[in-house]
T-cell receptor, first 112, second 110 residues
Framework: DAGITQSPRHKVTETGTPVTLRCHQTENHRYMYWYRQDPGHGLRLIHYSYGVKDTDKGEVSDGYSVSRSKTEDFLLTLESATSSQTSVYFC???????????FGNGTRLTVT | GESVGLHLPTLSVQEGDNSIINCAYS??????FIWYKQESGKGPQFIID?????DKRQGQRVTVLLNKTVKHLSLQIAATQPGDSAVYFC?????????FGSGTKLNVKP
């Protein structure tokens, strides 16, 4: 949907290691988002971007950082992964205000 | 968006019946609302949206109703089919941010 590719699709990592998840879109959408999805919590916003090099925090941003150096790529970094960051991570994009988010198929991250 | 317990509420319907899924939102400033469908192992898929200046919007086999007075949103699916089985959740939009409900699982019995 909206040409969104997330990589990797699955990753297992150890506590304390850095991890970077990538979101790539081909639709030239202005806005990009990172969400995590956990049972009982639904989708929660981590960070979002409203343009190249323009980002802002969401409700669960602690322990995460993002970068957007090109329109098409939005990177999510866990500087030092913890077990509480085990989750499914979704990237989403939209092209303008009052338009829906379009989601990628997610990255399942397990921190052991 | 609301937060519910670990187990998703489930709606079971017979194939061919109509389904109604409800959602309560929390932010009076939200001005745009969306319904999503999520199948196992996939990302959420857009179904239908509605702006706060409307109270009803229809799509193909789906209708969204918005009641701003009680901050309630509903999704009606006509002639429910087995392929409609999934988790459905609503989202509310306030400026650049979207907030999601935890969802309702729709189980369609053949």
């Amino acid at each position: 949907d909206a040409g969104i590719t997330q990589s990797p699709r699955h990753k297992v990592t150890e506590t304390g290691t850095p991890v970077t998840l990538r979101c790539h879109q081909t639709e030239n959408h202005r806005y990009m988002y990172w969400y995590r999805q956990d049972p009982g919590h639904g989708l929660r916003l981590i960070h979002y971007s409203y343009g190249v090099k323009d980002t802002d925090k969401g409700e669960v941003s602690d322990g995460y950082s993002v970068s957007r150096s090109k329109t098409e790529d939005f990177l999510l970094t866990l500087e030092s992964a913890t077990s509480s960051q085990t989750s499914v991570y979704f990237c989403a994009t939209r092209d303008r205000e009052e338009s829906p988010l379009h989601f990628g198929n997610g990255t399942r991250l397990t921190v052991t | 968006g609301e937060s519910v317990g670990l187990h998703l509420p489930t709606l079971s319907v017979q194939e061919g019946d109509n389904s109604i899924i409800n959602c309560a939102y929390s932010n009076s400033a939200s001005d745009y609302f969306i319904w999503y469908k999520q199948e196992s192992g996939k990302g959420p898929q857009f179904i239908i949206d509605i702006r706060s200046n409307m109270d009803k919007r229809q799509g193909q086999r789906v209708t969204v109703l918005l009641n701003k007075t009680v901050k309630h949103l509903s999704l009606q699916i006509a002639a429910t089919q087995p392929g409609d089985s999934a988790v459905y959740f609503c989202a509310e939009n306030d400026f650049n941010k979207f907030y999601f409900g935890s969802g309702t699982k729709l189980n369609v019995k053949p």
